[in-house]
């Protein structure tokens, strides 16, 4: 299958000119221009395929969001190439826009004093959406983002829980076959950070939406993507399996296990207690010296067990594991 969005050697660089203080330092600035290049983006290259729901991952400055803005044509980059769904995406900018979807978490796409529903309907003219399309997706989107509430409603009235649903609604309603997500839960609750990943689910599994989504919020990562990708300093570090990621780098893994009685010795060769209350007892191990399989096998042997349940870090503690011990140098 061949990719919709294919990156090689993407580069993004930004002159940040040097300006002088002082009298001598304004004269100075009028007659010189020095400058520190800023390397954004410094020669990240992927494929990401048609129906991929894929993670992209980084610290502040890292680079994302200026890749997301090469890849919607908001920037052209300083070198490489980029094709996506067939366009360059700052060459035929009209065209390409009306085949995307795009949401950011702290801007909207909505007119501030309209109803929700009149947006909607001005988007439908912009996008040339036919009516009868229009009218089966916005009856979709009503119902699965619980949008009848405040269709009404200006958006300036608008809860950010309500103005993210009411931004997912409007950047899908021409059936987008790409979106674009940047924070797209940032600052919401829980349970509606939950209703919009069940709806970012259902376009990408219904609807084959291929999603990028940038994110710092790490749960969202852990219950949406397959695949992820690392940036750091403009370089992409890691580009792969989530299950991957935390193989190789989550650390060390844990063994739950409740006692049918209690035993006054629980050690086990290969494992080291963390946690001990009544007869629950927490094993942390690790996952390149033995198996949680070989660790159950001698629990079994000398104790009797009533359930046991292996642990694996989360994807957070992982993240925060590659960053601070390096384990990926750009």
């Not at 826009?97 to 796409?109: C, Y």
Request: negative net charge; contains cysteine; proline residues 4%.
């Amino acid at each position: 299958m061949s990719a919709i969005i294919t990156v090689s050697n993407l580069q993004k660089y930004f002159k940040v000119y040097h300006h002088h203080r002082g009298i001598i330092g304004s004269v100075r600035n009028l007659f010189t221009h020095e400058y520190t290049l800023i390397h954004a983006v410094d020669g990240i290259s992927f494929d990401i395929r048609p129906g991929e729901l894929v993670g992209y991952l980084g610290p502040n400055g890292a680079g994302k969001s200026t890749t997301i803005k090469m890849l919607t044509g908001l920037l052209v980059p300083t070198g490489g190439d980029l094709l996506v769904n067939g366009f360059v995406p700052w060459r035929s900018r009209q065209e390409y826009v009306s085949r995307i979807g795009a949401v950011f978490g702290q801007r909207t796409t909505l007119w501030w004093d309209l109803p929700v529903i009149e947006s909607l309907e001005l988007l439908q003219h912009i996008y040339h959406i036919p009516p009868d399309r229009f009218d089966e997706n916005l009856a979709e989107f009503r119902q699965i983002l619980e949008l009848d509430p405040f269709l009404n409603t200006p958006v300036r009235s608008l809860s950010l829980g309500q103005r993210m649903r009411a931004d997912f609604c409007a950047a899908l309603l021409h059936n987008p076959a790409l979106l674009f997500l940047d924070e797209p839960t940032i600052g919401l609750d829980v349970v509606a950070k939950e209703r919009i990943r069940q709806f970012i689910l259902h376009v990408n599994r219904e609807h084959g939406t291929t999603i990028l989504l940038t994110t710092h919020d790490l749960s969202d990562v852990e219950k949406l993507c397959d695949r992820v990708m690392i940036i750091d300093k403009g370089r992409l570090l890691f580009d792969g399996a989530l299950e991957a990621l935390k193989s190789q780098f989550g650390g060390k893994r844990e063994l739950v296990v409740d006692f049918a009685e209690s035993y006054s010795d629980l050690t086990i060769p290969g494992a080291t207690i963390t946690r001990s209350e009544g007869l629950r007892t927490v094993y942390q191990f690790d996952r390149n010296t033995v198996t949680a399989s070989e660790l159950i096998s001698r629990l079994s042997t000398r104790f009797r067990l009533h359930d046991l349940a292996v642990r694996e870090p989360d994807i957070e503690t992982t993240i925060r594991r590659i960053y601070e011990e390096k384990l990926l140098e750009p």
